[in-house]
């Protein structure tokens, strides 16, 4: 085969290699002169720094025992576990209050729909980390000290110290009552699959979703009552200077979660607002002629449709929190990235402590990615 530059493809392969041999020789070439530059500075390279005692404590531990006896790799798996924990809270928070206001937005009622209006016309245009600062603030300055803390509900107490709720001790007997739960769950899923197929095949409609809520509360409250009804709580009290017992949400968590929150909901309720009405009135229309009230065609006729414009951006939403989480460290909530500079600034290794860092995030936007394309492809219109 004769081969010539004026070939297009012929020609567009080599331009693709030239480029990817430029491109290698460039990140060779930087790999090199990073390696040389700490060499000769003496700096060590290379993560075994993580094997190391990291010498520092955290404030806050929630999911993983730490000391600061501990190492550098348990520390920082402290800290990813933080950045979890917020934002798997704050999607579900999030998603939760920006579907209400984005139909409230829609709502007849004028008052509603400007208070709503009002909310993400505000809330949108003011940086997340003057909210952020906002939060802290009013926690941790505008809350009185636990000594005089407020106690809106029994056994919960709002102080600068962060919000000390009544925790419920654990018996054998909740084990079983978690697992009833679960199994509740399994079955009415497949009795909303089984509502499905019966209404597509005899087009008679069967309430799954009051059935299945039923059995998946019913089961569990059934297990739970057969034992006994174990419901002991551990309530906080005022020890010192703070609280003992239960569990506490401190400041920092109690900020961030509501920053983040408030913030990406704004947005989710303009991307609910937009996906609704993308929806032709046609469909609301047809669904009033077949007899159902307002409520009843904006979930079984209109929402349904709408997600299929509403998953795409939603999904960088949900990106966007997890990343946005990262501004923890201006609160002094320990995420990975806080507790990552820390590293970094002890062993002086920030080439290694970055990489984890990007890694980190690369990984958990790439995984979050993946499951709502497997979802929007789950629920995309397909052609017969």
Known sequence: MHYSLRDARFRALVFQVVALGAVLAALAYLVSNTVTNLEARKIASGF?????????????????????????????????????????????LATVVGTLVGLARLSSNWLVSRLATLYVEVLRNVPLLVQLFFWYAIISENLPGPRAALNPLPGVFLSNRGIAVPTLVIESAHAWVLGA???GLLLAWRLAVWARRRQARTGQQFHAFWAGLAIALGLPLAVFLGAGA?????????????????A??????????????????????????????AVQRGQFEAAYALGLHRNLAMRLVVLPQALRVIVPPLTSQYLNLTKNSSLAVAIGYPDIVSI???????????????????????TISLSISAFMNWYNKRIALVER
């Open 48 to 92: 075994g720094f993580l094997a190391r005692e990291a010498g520092f404590a955290i404030g806050e531990t929630t999911f993983i025992v730490y000391s600061a006896a501990d190492s550098y790799l348990r520390a920082l798996a402290v800290g990813l576990a933080n950045t979890f924990r917020v934002a798997l809270v704050g999607v579900v």
């Open 340 to 362: 990552a500079n820390t590293a970094i600034n002890q062993t002086g290794q920030a080439i290694e402590g970055i990489a984890i860092i990007m890694t980190v995030y690369l």
């Open 181 to 183: 739960f679960g199994l």
């Open 230 to 246: 174990p419901s002991a709580l551990e309530v906080p009290a005022l020890a010192g200077f703070n609280f003992a017992g239960g």
């Open 248 to 277: 506490t949400l401190t400041p920092e968590f109690a900020a961030l979660l509501a920053g983040l929150t408030i913030y990406t909901a704004s947005f989710i309720a303009e991307i609910v607002r937009a996906g609704v009405l």
